[in-house]
């Protein structure tokens, strides 16, 4: 989890295991299939290159930036709800064939993501998924006791709010539309897209206050 600290080196880092062991089935699968390809003629290394370099570039800006604007454009909030895909390729995102859901922070509801099978995630608006959201710990309590692990997370919320966790599947994601701090009346998108963190989309955090901005 994200903040134990007993297992950081002197450094501040988390220890890692060399990955200097045998590759797995599907490491080998993929090597096999990419080379293949090239050979074939389909895809050249470039392309290949480039594609995992765009991959590879997305991070949760595009996410803060779509939050931001449904903070400022009641339309786009209200397209948003109604159909979260259509309104971030309006925004310019690909985000692909998926379904994607926008579920909102209210006064007296936390919405929180888990993907319990593996690590669906919407990467297209918010990058790479940090390691936490992949660990059977996280996928496993997020559903059991959402509660005690947004505690860890530094969110401790009211017993009165009730928590929803949605299970992302492989076609079907969700981004967390979180609260706007107050005080921000009179900031615009740009201003308030950098109070917007990863986790904050997530679930797992919430936004910057003006003031730690």
């Known amino acids: 989890m994200p903040h134990d600290h007993d297992h950081l080196s002197p450094s501040g880092h988390p220890y890692r295991q060399d990955n200097d062991a045998p590759l797995t089935y599907f490491q080998r699968m993929e090597i096999a299939v990419r080379e293949l390809l090239i050979e074939k003629g389909h895809l050249t290394p470039a392309e290949i290159a480039t594609q995992i370099d765009t991959m590879d570039a997305r991070s949760p800006a595009n996410g803060a930036a779509v939050v931001a604007r449904a903070w400022t454009d009641p339309a786009f909030k209200a397209r948003l709800m109604e159909n979260a895909g259509d309104a971030t ?6 985000i692909g064939p998926l379904h994607l859901v926008a579920v909102e922070n209210t006064a007296d509801t936390h919405n929180m993501i888990v993907c319990t099978l593996c690590s669906c995630y919407p990467r297209n608006l918010l990058g790479l998924p940090p390691d936490w959201y992949k660990t059977r710990a996280y996928r496993s309590r997020a559903v059991r006791e959402p509660r005690a692990v947004l505690r860890e997370f530094g969110v401790e919320l009211p017993e009165t709010t009730r928590i929803r966790v949605h299970d992302s599947t492989a076609d079907m994601r969700y981004i967390v539309l979180p609260a706007r ?12 897209a950098r109070l917007v963190t990863r986790d904050s989309m997530i679930g797992t955090g919430l936004p910057l206050s003006p003031e730690k901005a």
């Open 89 to 94: 390729r309006e925004m310019g995102f690909d």
């Open 181 to 192: 701090p107050v005080g921000t009346d009179r900031m615009d998108s740009a201003a308030l």
